[in-house]
């Protein structure tokens, strides 16, 4: 089954950009969708297709894809964008949405 | 605006059958280029898929877990279910619906606000 690793944690001062990586085997394949969870609440879809934002997504949220990494980047980082960031795919070969496991954004 | 909302008991016991509905406003789950899904989230834990469905019948499963789920869907009441049988402790998550977009993509936007399922006698 296919796999995607992210770093457990990301740490970043406010004002810095913050860079998530998100490894799969020749991900750059794929299409990568990104969610942002804060505390208690669902997840959101802040990046789809490696590098589209869905309506009312702060530019500051970029995405890219290439070879076996794709990268979140957050820009211009605010004390609010402190949450757990999920990378997903769907593996077109098994029919199986995976999951990364997650990484938590610290803002300093 | 679309809306999702899950729903059922949030206390189930071990062995027995964990049944959940997520109720779909501002669209229906008939609509063409559209899946349906269930994902789950274990206390502190990252997420995981669990099943994602089409309306007229293709139904795809996790394979961790597909012997003991069934989706079912009723389009007269805009609604469709999730069961997870034979239950244990590592069952207790917050269960989430969501619909997915974008063909031969497929991203989950929006999800339901979770319903916490907990195992225990």
């Known amino acids: 089954s296919y796999v995607l690793t992210q770093p457990p944690s990301v740490s970043v001062a406010p004002g810095q950009t913050a860079r998530i990586t998100c490894g799969g085997y020749n991900i750059g394949s794929k299409s990568v969708h990104w969610y942002q969870q804060k505390p208690g609440q669902a997840p959101v879809l802040v990046v789809y297709?490696?590098?589209d934002r869905p309506s009312g997504i702060p530019e500051r949220f970029s995405g890219s894809n290439s070879g076996n990494t794709a990268t979140l980047t957050i820009s211009r980082v605010e004390a609010g964008d402190e949450a757990d960031y999920y990378c997903?795919?769907?593996?077109?070969?098994?029919?199986?949405?995976?999951f990364g496991g997650g990484t938590k954004l610290t803002v300093l | 605006q679309l809306q999702l909302q899950e729903s059922g008991p949030g206390l189930v016991k071990p062995s027995e059958t964990l049944s959940l509905t997520c109720t779909v406003s501002g669209a229906s789950i008939s609509s063409n280029s559209y899946y349906w899904g269930w994902i789950r989230q274990p206390p502190g834990k990252g997420l995981e898929w669990i099943a994602t469905?089409?309306?007229?019948?293709?139904?795809f499963y996790n394979p961790s877990l597909k012997s003991r789920v069934t989706i079912s869907v009723d389009t007269s009441k805009n609604q469709f279910s999730l069961k997870l049988s034979s239950v244990t402790a590592a069952d207790t998550a917050v269960y989430y619906c969501?619909?997915?977009?974008?063909?031969?993509?497929?991203?989950?936007?929006?999800w339901g606000q979770g319903t916490l399922v907990t195992v225990s006698s």
């Open positions: 297709d490696d590098s």
């Open positions: 969501a619909r997915l977009s974008g063909t031969s993509r497929w991203w989950f936007d929006p």
């Open positions: 469905f089409y309306y007229s019948g293709s139904t």
């Open positions: 997903q795919v769907w593996d077109g070969s098994s029919d199986h949405w995976v």
